[in-house]
């Protein structure tokens, strides 16, 4: 099986995503809605799992698993992303409108991820 240019692309963006997780932890930990614990681990979990699963999008045997582990994660992610559009102090200088739009854009990246499952 010959693999899309595009799979490589997201691969790219998920471990590079994930290696900033731990680059700069404290701008991820404070996405972390309150009412879920840990913030450190949870970051470091995330970023580990953002790695990982784009390294697996790289294999022909682990290529649908990882689609399906970054749709979950996608999934499991977005209270941060709404939690971070509901509160200004966590997003200083990042526009209420970028952080909006950045909301429908987790459907498309989970479309994205969808092709591959």
């Known amino acids: 099986m010959t693999f899309p240019w595009h799979l490589y692309v997201m691969a790219a963006i998920y471990i590079a995503a994930g290696l900033n997780h731990f680059r700069v932890p404290k ?9 879920l614990p840990s913030p450190k681990i949870l970051n470091m979990v995330s970023g580990v799992a953002e790695v990982a699963l784009g390294i697996a999008l790289c294999f022909t ?3 649908q698993w990882a ?3 970054i749709i979950v ?4 992610i977005f209270p941060a992303n709404v939690y971070m559009y509901t509160n200004k102090k966590i ?3 990042i526009s209420k409108w970028l952080l909006l739009l950045r909301l ?9 991820a969808y092709l591959y499952t």
Do not use: F, K, N, V
């Open 91 to 93: 997003a200083p200088g």
């Open 27 to 35: 701008i991820y930990q404070r996405m972390i809605p309150p009412a």
């Open 67 to 69: 689609a399906w582990g």
């Open 73 to 76: 994660l996608l999934l499991a």
């Open 104 to 112: 429908p854009l987790q459907i498309a990246l989970i479309a994205w």
């Open 61 to 63: 045997l682990t290529s």
